[in-house]
């Protein structure tokens, strides 16, 4: 089924604010979205973004109707005109309901133009796949079951293409552990990545209590050559992770376990890591969630080093890093004020601006893409319970 709807583009214009003079700036040039959805209805979250045929392309969670779908947006004149196609989850002209599927979608465009997008199947607790190979012609199964005798896999789902065929990292909930499927000749193939490690607390004094092994929440899969990276937060011992497999099999090593405080804890850092290449070195932007914090890390191997990029209050969620010229930027959610928010570097100072937020809810499930040399920004409008489509 397609649906048509329509938004205005919207021009982004930023304050410039300096780090240290940010907080508490709320300089705000919101453009709202004139025009609601026909058949207005919670779509979404869980949004990501690829350019199909020049095109942006998204695939994103129905909350209404519990499925997956998927919209390329047509730019002109000011406006953005999406056409949608409901993928799966949705019920069948014979009224079954497949049950709820589309959370954590992830997609990614190959060089013929067919999407892939991953996604979860939170009845039946798996990792699902969807292809396009043209308008309204999908193809639907599962990528992995997880393991164990109450798996409950594809959580943060994560895609990228290797050769044009599908990788995806995902979380099996059920087991606590971080998990790779592999696009393999008509099927799919998967491993455990990494199991953790259980916290065991050695001075019970502290207040701190043991807790399981749970790897891989929000976990960030980028592919560069032949090199395969997975950013991922440890959630029993807050810890920034990653993974890296160059052919051999996966080298884990910790990027952050966060800081020491005075009263000798370490901090809670790691999730929402996303991360590129930038000459050689990978930077991974990601927030601190003890003190709600957006920072970044730089380096390769053992060697890293960790920078703060903002901190606001309640910064640095759903964070998405991309190269603004010769430096890195972040899109993220500032949770104070509900906004969404830019930041970026002239490789000596992070300039932070604001793009939007006053009078809606945005800065949720961002993504950016480049088309015609113009960059542009999508997210999830928490107020509208739509898309937000902006050029940056």
């Known amino acids: ?35 609601q959805p026909e058949e207005p ?22 909350r209404t109707k519990g499925g997956l779908a998927f919209s390329v947006g047509t730019i002109a004149d000011g406006a953005v005109t999406w056409d949608e196609e409901r993928i799966d989850g949705y019920a069948g002209d014979d009224g079954l309901d497949p049950g709820d599927r589309g959370k954590y979608t992830s997609l990614a465009v190959d ?31 599962i990528a992995d079951t997880g393991s164990g005798p109450t798996p409950d896999a594809g959580l943060f789902s994560s895609l990228a293409l290797k050769g044009d065929l599908p990788v995806v990292a995902h979380h099996d909930a059920g087991k606590g552990t971080l998990r790779i499927a592999r696009w393999n000749d008509g099927s799919w193939d998967s491993e455990v990545v990494d199991e953790g490690e259980a916290f065991v607390a050695e001075d019970t004094a502290s207040g701190l209590e043991d807790k399981d092994a749970n790897v891989g929440k929000y976990a960030k899969l980028l592919i560069d050559g032949d090199t395969e990276y997975i950013a991922y937060y440890d959630a029993a011992h807050g810890d920034l992770k990653l993974a890296v497999n160059t052919g051999g099999g996966w080298d884990i090593t910790v990027v952050d376990a966060g800081t020491i405080d005075e009263d000798g804890l370490e901090a809670d850092v790691g999730q929402w890591p996303s991360m590129l290449v930038d000459g050689g070195e990978l930077v991974i932007a990601y927030q601190d969630v003890t003190n709600q914090d957006l920072r970044i890390a730089r380096g390769s191997g053992t060697e890293w080093t960790t920078e703060l990029v903002d901190d606001g209050e309640w910064a640095g969620a759903d964070g998405e890093i991309y190269m603004n010229g010769s430096f890195p930027a972040i899109v993220y959610f500032d949770g104070e004020e509900n906004d969404i928010r830019v930041a970026t570097s002239d490789g000596s100072a992070w300039t932070l601006d604001m793009l939007a ?17 113009t960059r542009y ?3 999830y409008d928490y107020t509208n319970r739509t898309i937000w489509f902006a050029k940056l």
């Not at 709320?26 to 709202?32: A, F, G, N, Q, S």
């Not at 209805?41 to 129905?62: E, N, R, T």
């Open 1 to 35: 089924m397609r649906v048509s709807r329509i938004f205005p583009v919207v021009a982004v214009v930023g304050t410039s604010i300096f780090l240290e003079a940010c907080k508490g700036c709320r300089e705000d040039p919101i453009h709202l979205i004139e025009e």
């Open 41 to 62: 209805h919670d779509i979404g979250q869980y949004l990501s973004m690829d350019v199909l045929d020049g095109s942006p392309a998204v695939s994103y969670y129905d």
């Open 111 to 141: 060089s013929s133009g067919t999407a892939w997008i991953s996604y979860y199947d939170a009845t039946n607790g798996n990792l699902f796949y969807a292809r396009r190979s043209g308008k309204d012609d999908w193809e639907t199964g």
């Open 357 to 373: 937020g006053e009078d809606a809810g945005l800065g949720f499930h961002n993504e950016t893409v480049t088309i015609g040399g």
């Open 377 to 379: 920004v999508a997210c």
